[in-house]
RNA sequence: GCGCUCGUAGCUCAGCUGGAUAGAGCGCCGGACUUCGAAUCCGUAGGUCGCAGGUUCGAAUCCUGCCGGGCGCACCA
């Protein structure tokens, strides 16, 4: 049966587009969750805790007082939420849950214990407000905020990080391509995921080692190789001028042109696999010479996109691997025999039906290779977690890979983690290599660089920006990770070239253009006469409610780096920045800060700003967005 | 068929360990640049949160069923 290109054997990166995650992989990923999380507490959960506190007491003395015996234990735990709007407060306590125990409407309870609160000789710095069935806390953010400032400075790059995962190791396995054909969108997805969940997993204290795991062998390889072989007339990236991976890719598109034509195109394929698996020195030269064409095309991409690796992996060299591991698992009898000599395992206990792990000729598949794979990395470098950031198609294969690891008894493999992710669809659908409707990578970061470059002109900003190109380039990436990593890794998503391209709304240049201004403010606060230096920041005269959301918003950073480490979730980060930039620019756009009526405020606001750009740019770093001072 | 997954404004997405009138961006319409960068800001219109039940004082959020989309169910990778 004919195999069309779009469904032929794809690499890790998932076919032209990808999937979804499973029911297993959030069971995975919420067991994964470090238990460390939760002892570290930021200054804005600190309040929030010293509040609950003091209501839960008020509420548990109270509630004896009306009922006339001791039923804290009874009650439910306090809720506490945030407010939906800046002037119900900063802090909510929902008091529904108690009207039936202590037979009194919510908004007297609330009222009652705001007086029994108000009462006391000692409590926190805060005001009371009743908003029918809750009780709110205008916060003392004048506090905050000097807290705020002091650990900012001391800080620096490394204020929102945090300890969770100190002192352990983390491999974390991305990209993935196959060395027959150039990056596409797809990929592009992956990488930034990889690359964004790596740092986020370093800013929570890990040590993290990147991997990559080149896909160089099997009988796809083989079909570029061969149509090369037939048509390419001697070609080398160096003699067209097209890079290497493109080349190589051509080759690819080629071969399935000429297997319309020639039927036995496939068969000579796997002819030209198995020479390769034999040895044969003709094969073996032309896989080296295409192969580099390739890695080298990868390396540049790979470089534009802001890529890297810490350690790569070919399946030529691995893919012999796991056969000891099947075999040890046969002894240990977690694995039985077929009569036809075929390995497997059988997977009841996960719900499953039965997987062979090995062909009764007793060679390899892909599940033998990457348990394998996962054995030789341990040895190689004692992880405690690893985490394969692969499409969601293969939810199923990871799964199984994880089962079988812990059946082999190995301690770590319950903290494997499949980091599943959606497919990129067009449009207009999905995208199709036979209808060459698939994004290249390349293509789309030279598409976006130039039309930045355009946009600098457009704007005259040519001598101000210096290297229009480095800027322009800058621009697109910030654009492309923001694209990519502000939807859930989990769901499907849509990529529209018209929307990827604008620089305009929830874009990553916008955010870029909030952390310029800022930076283009404080150069020119800085050239401001001198005196400024003496006057003491005053954080009582930020009071106006943009300033008190901004301060709030800033003291809740450190809880976005803690959740998207645990979730491992860019777009956690993606949208904390979206709300710390457009809480700004209002703030920004409506109050003078260089101009404000005293130097005691201008001091003021520009501590505040100067707390926003350090912010951003701690988080510009965990997404991929290039820091502009200016654009 | 079985399994997993998704279904929120015209489009793209937030919100989902249950809570106060469901939020953004784009697009539409209308405002704001002699003033710290207008790649900006403000406003109007636009929603039976797929449908139906259930649990609850309270459901976009949890449970069940159904409908619709995607993916997977190879001795391929």
């Known amino acids: 049966m004919e195999q069309p290109m779009s469904q032929a054997i794809e690499n890790r990166a998932g076919p032209l587009a990808m999937w979804t995650s499973s029911y297993y992989s959030w069971v995975l990923r919420k067991s994964f969750i470090n238990p460390h999380i939760g002892k570290v507490r930021n200054m804005l959960q600190k309040v929030r805790q010293q509040w609950k506190d003091l209501v839960e007491a008020q509420l548990a003395s109270y509630a004896k007082e009306v009922v006339g015996e001791e039923i804290a234990s009874t009650l439910v735990p306090l809720a506490v939420q945030t407010p939906p709007k800046p002037e119900l407060g900063d802090i909510a306590f929902p008091l529904f849950a108690y009207a039936k125990a202590l037979k009194v409407a919510p908004p007297k309870i609330a009222a009652d214990l705001k007086t029994r609160i108000e009462g006391l000789a000692d409590r926190p710095a805060g005001e009371l407000l009743l908003a029918g069935p809750y009780l709110n806390v205008k916060a003392d953010i004048a506090a905050l905020a000097a807290d705020l400032s002091a650990e900012i400075h001391e800080k620096g790059d490394a204020f929102g990080s945090n300890t969770n995962r100190a002192g352990t190791k983390v491999m974390i396995e991305f990209s993935c391509p196959n060395t027959n054909k150039p990056l596409h969108l797809g990929h592009m997805r992956n990488d930034s995921l990889g690359e964004s969940v790596s740092a986020i997993l370093k800013a929570n204290g890990a040590d993290v080692r990147k991997v990559n795991l080149v896909n160089n062998r099997g009988v796809h390889i083989c079909k570029s190789m061969l149509a090369y072989q037939k048509f390419g007339n001697g070609e080398t990236p160096e003699s067209s001028g097209i890079k290497g991976d493109h080349l190589v890719g051509k080759y690819y598109v080629r071969f399935a042109q000429w297997e319309k034509e020639d039927p036995t195109a496939t ?3 796997q002819a030209m696999l198995k020479k390769w698996e034999e040895g044969d020195p003709e094969v073996l030269a032309l896989w080296n010479t295409m192969n580099t064409w390739t890695l080298d095309g990868l390396a540049e991409s790979y ?73 030789a990395r341990h040895n190689d470098w004692p992880f405690d977690s690893l985490i394969y950031v692969v499409a969601s198609e293969q939810n199923y294969h990871f799964k199984v890979l994880f089962y079988v690891l812990e059946k082999l008894g190995y301690s770590w493999a319950k903290n494997l983690h499949h ?39 457009a704007k005259e900003r040519e001598s101000e920006v210096g290297d229009v190109d480095a800027t322009a380039h800058a621009i697109a990436l910030a654009a492309l ?66 300033e008190r959301e901004l301060i709030k918003s800033l003291a809740a950073y450190p809880e976005a780096v803690a959740k998207a480490g645990a979730e491992y979730d860019p777009s956690i980060i993606t949208a904390y920045l979206y709300d710390l930039s457009r809480l700004f620019s209002r703030w920004y756009h409506d109050n003078q800060i260089l101009k404000a009526g005293t130097p005691a405020l201008v001091k003021a606001r520009v501590e505040l700003s100067a707390m926003v750009l350090q912010v951003l740019r701690n988080a510009f770093a965990l997404v991929g967005i290039p820091y502009l001072p200016t654009m």
Do not use: H
């Open 267 to 269: 068969e000579q394929a």
């Open 303 to 375: 470089r534009k996109m802001g890529v890297s690796f810490d350690a790569y992996y070919y399946e030529s060299n691995t893919y012999k691997l796991g056969k000891d591991e099947v075999l040890k698992g046969l002894e240990k009898g977690v694995f039985y025999r077929e009569a036809d000599g075929s390995v497997w395992i059988d997977l009841a206990e996960i719900k499953l039906d039965r997987k062979v792990l090995l062909r009764k000729d007793g060679t390899s598949l892909y599940m033998t290779q990457d348990l394998g794979t996962a054995v």
């Open 419 to 457: 980091l599943s992710y959606g497919m990129v669809n067009l449009p207009d659908g999905k995208m199709k290599s036979r209808e060459g409707t698939v994004v290249d990578a390349d293509d789309l970061v030279d598409q976006l660089t130039s039309l930045a470059a355009d946009e600098i002109r």
């Open 481 to 546: 990770n923001y694209y990519l990593l502000q939807v859930s890794p989990t769901k499907d998503m849509v990529f529209n070239p018209a929307e990827s391209i604008s620089f305009n709304g929830n874009t990553g240049p916008y955010l870029q253009y909030m952390g310029a201004r800022i930076s283009s403010m404080l150069r020119k606060y800085a050239e401001m006469e001198t005196g400024y230096a003496s006057v003491p920041f005053d954080p009582a005269l930020l009071d106006l409610e943009d």
